[in-house]
């Protein structure tokens, strides 16, 4: 490994923390969906840091080349980024659609109102 590849994925890993946690600050992403990215960033900063760690657990679990770990880990946590957003989704969807019935049910009952407001008024001769 060379010094400036050694350098470029320690500048790199704490460029994707940084951003995270400046998204944070702003609250352009809420904690439970950063927690996925802090984690996978700390461990990018880590294996940046000591690279000898990724290839000491390849060759522990039996992987030949060190980077398919890291490629491998890597699609296992946007794996489960992706189904924690399909969840939240469901979620969604599911408060989405009784909001929009509940609305519906809502002005009906307002125009059943206003209908009643109006037969009234015309029967009082207002």
């Known amino acids: 490994m060379t010094v400036t ?10 460029l994707v923390l940084f951003v ?8 352009r992403v ?7 990215w802090i984690v996978a960033g700390a461990f990018a900063l880590l294996v940046a840091v000591f690279p000898q760690l990724l290839t000491s657990t390849a060759a522990f679990l039996g992987i030949s080349v060190p980077t398919n770990l890291g490629f491998f880990i890597s699609v296992v946590v946007l794996f489960l980024v992706s189904v924690q957003h399909s969840a ?4 969604l969807e599911e408060k989405s659609r009784t909001l929009a019935e509940n609305v519906a049910l809502q002005d009906e009952r307002i125009a059943r109102l206003e209908a009643a407001v109006r037969t009234s008024g015309r029967d009082t001769g207002a």
């Open 30 to 36: 809420r904690e439970r969906h950063a927690l996925a």
């Open 5 to 14: 590849t050694y350098v470029f994925g320690i500048v790199s890993a704490a």
């Open 20 to 27: 995270v946690f400046e998204m944070l600050r702003r609250r």
């Open 88 to 91: 939240e989704l469901t979620v």
